[in-house]
């Protein structure tokens, strides 16, 4: 619920900074819509109604009061008038927001035509997050139904579009818990791996007694690459770049060692028993030969 927590205060924003700027002077005062808006915080639906009403009756464009009019009829189960309301709200300014509340009046309403129908739309202005759709009650009766299971897949890869790509999951094979050792067997540190941001970025937490840092992994789809940008304790910052070859993922960067031009380069290989090789090289030839700079298994904790 946080995704459209977050999206309704935007289009909340939005849509009362356009109404200010492409309406006329209203007779709403300052004091009215405080009113109403304190009576929709505390759940008050019955003067939230009342209050926003009147705000509706004056503003003819302003769509954040005609959604919140709609929630409030939802709240006082008065599902028909608030379809009504949130069908307007919808009409002035589309987002998800609007079109979650819009279909669960449909539901309510026994309109399962219209609930789709709200539902498919809202693909087109952004997808509406998963767990808001199956977490809502008004959807009980539907959520066993394939075409209500289809929709929330498919409003779940709208919403967090690098779910659908299978680039984005080629390195999904170092995201764990580890303790990496090395090539004497020693554990030299602990490093969290972990998949954020809607399962777009790799972040790495890499910590030693000696050193710490963090890294950014992701695939970018304009150039087709991964990128990683590493930052430590020691104030460094290193930008790599690669992808996968023959199931390993190769990431280069151009760096310095000792005065000259070098590739430093990281390969990470899975394992069969599922730990993961990270083997650091650099090249001060252009890559005609290489240096190894570290050579780390990591070891899944138990």
């Known amino acids: 619920m946080i995704k459209v927590f977050v999206l309704s205060v935007l289009v909340v924003s939005f849509v009362s900074f356009s109404a200010a700027q492409s309406q006329p ?14 009576a929709y915080q505390k759940q008050d639906w019955e003067n939230a109604a009342k209050a926003y009403e009147k705000i509706v009756s004056a503003e003819e464009k302003n769509a954040n009061a005609r959604y919140r009019l ?14 009504k309301y949130l069908e307007a709200a919808s ?18 309403t026994g309109n399962a ?4 129908e709200t539902l498919e739309g809202s693909l087109r202005t952004g997808g ?41 999951r080629q390195f999904d094979f170092w995201i764990g818990e580890w303790l990496p050792r090395n090539t004497q067997g020693i554990t030299v540190g602990t490093s969290s791996i972990q998949l954020i941001l809607g399962s777009c970025i790799i972040f790495e937490n890499w910590s030693t007694p000696v050193s710490s840092g963090k890294s950014f992994n992701v695939f970018d789809v304009r150039d ?25 993922m190769i990431l280069d960067s151009n760096t310095m060692i000792n005065g000259k031009k070098a590739i430093a380069r990281m390969t990470f290989s899975r394992l069969p028993n599922g730990d ?4 650091g090289e650099n090249s001060t030839d252009e890559g005609k030969t290489w240096t190894t700079s570290f050579d780390f298994t990591y070891v899944r904790k138990k």
């Not at 993961?276 to 083997?279: A, K």
């Open 224 to 248: 087709g690459k991964w990128h990683q940008t590493w930052v430590d304790d020691k104030g460094l910052i290193t930008h790599y770049v690669g992808g996968m070859v023959d199931g390993k």
């Open 113 to 116: 035509t219209k609930m789709y």
């Open 70 to 83: 709609g929630m409030s009829l939802l709240g006082l189960k008065r599902n028909e008038d608030a379809a």
């Open 128 to 168: 509406i997050a998963p767990e808001s759709l199956t977490g809502e009650a008004d959807f009980a009766a539907f959520k066993a139904e394939p075409k209500f299971v289809a929709f929330v897949d498919r409003s779940d890869k709208t919403v967090n579009p690098c779910k659908a790509r299978p680039e984005f």
């Open 25 to 38: 002077p209203s007779a709403v005062t300052p004091e009215m819509r405080t009113a109403a808006n304190e």
């Open 91 to 108: 009409g002035i300014s589309p987002n998800p927001v609007f079109s979650l509340a819009l279909a669960r009046a449909y539901a309510r």
């Open 276 to 279: 993961v090789r990270q083997h």
